[in-house]
């Protein structure tokens, strides 16, 4: 019985199981339950013209008081190639208004962006060319100094395989940076830092793969990682289709370590086209924006009015 039972610890060991399956009631309906409101798009590109004649993937929200900011990727490509840094301001949330000085940044191609405020200083982190993460910083959210791509790593120390690392998610917790990272979306890696100078891959293998289902089957990329009581939640988008189509989807998953992911089962919670999604926390209860392909509003259903198919 003593051999059998260190053989089959030994099987465990060399062959992990994926984790249990979490019961959809497990998950809190105020992070699964969403429908799209009213007057959406609240932001989206309509000078063809202008500078960001296009916006794309994922923006962030930041609030500073009773003023929102929203930094966004615009694009042009018949002024330029490059995806610039726009910065937008509103006193709601919803109605928003473009800064002058637009675009903020010149000198870098800035795409997926996250961001992150420590000590006065706003950490950014974005996809340059070539979908490779980059890091810029900011003490007034207006004036960037962009560190350049980041220097990833794998589990024995030696730089990454060569090709992308992008759309860049980063949780930070008692010191230490986790960096959740897509290679041509086809799963999520995570390295750590703790000098924001060099990124670890916890394992060389993802940590959230691709399928089984059908929703998020040929893409998987998360947008943001948020903590609620004892659990990380990841806001995630797919595609159920290859090649892509435009209908990507956000989704939810579920983990107590930043390593070990639960699919919601009731995924996705945005259809529609409805992608790169973060949530805000408001004076008004959460909110969820889909940034791309234009920033959508949506809010947790009236609870006297059946749930929107688009949630």
């Not at 120390?157 to 041509?184: C, D, M, N, Q, S």
Request: net charge negative.
């Amino acid at each position: 019985m003593m051999i059998a039972t260190n053989l089959l610890a030994l099987i465990l060991a060399l062959f992990p199981q994926d984790p249990a399956p979490i019961p959809a009631t497990d998950f809190p309906e105020s992070l699964v339950s969403w429908e799209a409101t009213a007057g959406n798009p609240v932001f989206k590109n309509d000078v063809p013209g202008r500078w960001d004649a296009k916006i794309r993937e994922r923006g962030w929200i930041l609030r500073d008081g009773s003023t929102y900011h929203l930094f966004y990727t615009g694009y042009n490509e018949t002024l330029s190639p490059l995806r610039l840094l726009g910065h937008a301001t509103s006193p709601d949330g919803i109605a928003w208004t473009r800064d002058p000085a637009n675009p903020i940044h010149l000198d870098s191609w800035v795409e997926d962006i996250c961001m992150v405020r420590e000590g006065g200083i706003t950490y950014l982190f974005a996809e340059g060319k070539n979908d490779r993460a980059h890091l810029m910083t900011s003490a007034n959210n207006q004036t960037w100094n962009d560190h350049g791509p980041l220097d990833m790593r794998n589990t024995e120390g030696k730089p990454i395989a060569p090709g992308p690392y992008g759309t860049p998610t980063v949780f930070h917790e008692k010191g230490v940076w986790y960096l959740f990272y897509e290679r041509g979306d086809r799963g999520v890696w995570l390295a750590t830092s703790r000098d924001l100078k060099v990124w670890t891959n916890v394992q060389d293998e993802p940590i959230l793969r691709m399928g089984p289902e059908a929703y998020d089957k040929y893409a998987v990329a998360f947008d943001q990682v948020i903590k609620r009581g004892k659990f990380y939640y990841a806001f995630y988008h797919a595609n159920e289709h290859q090649p892509w189509k435009q209908d990507w989807t956000t989704c939810l998953a579920r983990s107590e370590d930043l390593i070990h992911w639960v699919k919601y089962p009731g995924n996705p919670i945005l259809r529609n086209n409805s992608s790169s999604a973060i949530l805000v926390e408001t004076p008004a209860g959460d909110r969820l924006y889909s940034m791309h392909p234009e920033v959508r509003i949506h809010q947790h259903p009236k609870k006297d009015a059946p749930a929107s198919p688009q949630r």
